[in-house]
């Protein structure tokens, strides 16, 4: 009998003791063997209580951010499979063994649990669910590619993957970092439809529509900077170089026919701002050759990690693991 992977559950909690004990209860019963590390991000309640009663490794990151606790989990524990997943009760912990089967069937360094809500007024706010459209759409403009739920909180990881990302955001926008890295990579990945739930009673979201909004679109806007430099900085080269032609055809014209320049400010702008276009467009093309370097070294620290293990390079049976619920479909 082969040995089995080791399977880490990865539960970032901050105030869920109403939740928490449910969450580490079902994903010990649908993955059994698996290691449940609850890490409390400075909880006020019996969040960390609660998680241990109920069998799970409860650490404490003080750092305030979903990011910063993510960063420290990714660092502190060792397994071959990690799944991620929030600690309120409201992804499916019955689909989780669909979500190994298929990282480790299909040779993948990510699956993500897109979420499937039946009710969508009560468990996915309207707010939210146009927010995640939106940020879905402006992903698939700036990287070429879109994802069905850039925010989803439940996702499994290879080891490779976790030990070579680099996690340097601090809250929220954790999830939008892990989708590019993979992007940028061009790791194998795969999405799968899980049901989504309502919030339990006396359990409420951490995530600030606005204020996180602001910060998710701000680093998916350097991400683009720091991954496509030359497509960054290149448009602004172009409205620079676009401006200073606009008003510098008629200094050049009057030149042309008269030999003086007449409109001398005009003419200093438009240099000014041909000069930015040909700076700007220098700089995309410099910081495309670091971030190629940054590539190769992200994908050295993915190599360095090395195979998976033999144990994750055999498909599983179906009886290894508990099936999920109805209504769980792979979507490809």
Known sequence: MREQPRVAVLVPCRNEAATVASVVTEFRKTLAGCEIYVYDNGSTDDTGARARAAGAIVRREDLRGKGNVLRRMFADVEADVYVMVDGDATYDAASAPLLVKRLID??????????????????????????????NAMLGLLFNTRPSDLFSGYRVFSRRFVKSFPASSHGFEIETELTVHALEQRVPTAEVRTPYFERAEGSSSKLSTYRDGARILARMVLLFKDVRPVAFFGGFAVVFFAAGSLLGFDVIVEFMETRLVPRLPTAVLATGLMLLAFLALGCGMILDSVARGRREAKRMAYLAAGAPPSALRQPLQSAEFQRPRQHVSDQR
């Open 106 to 135: 299909g040779s993948l360094d990510m699956v993500t649990a897109t979420r499937d809500s039946e009710d969508r007024t009560a468990a996915y706010r309207h707010g939210h669910r146009l927010g995640n459209r939106a940020f």
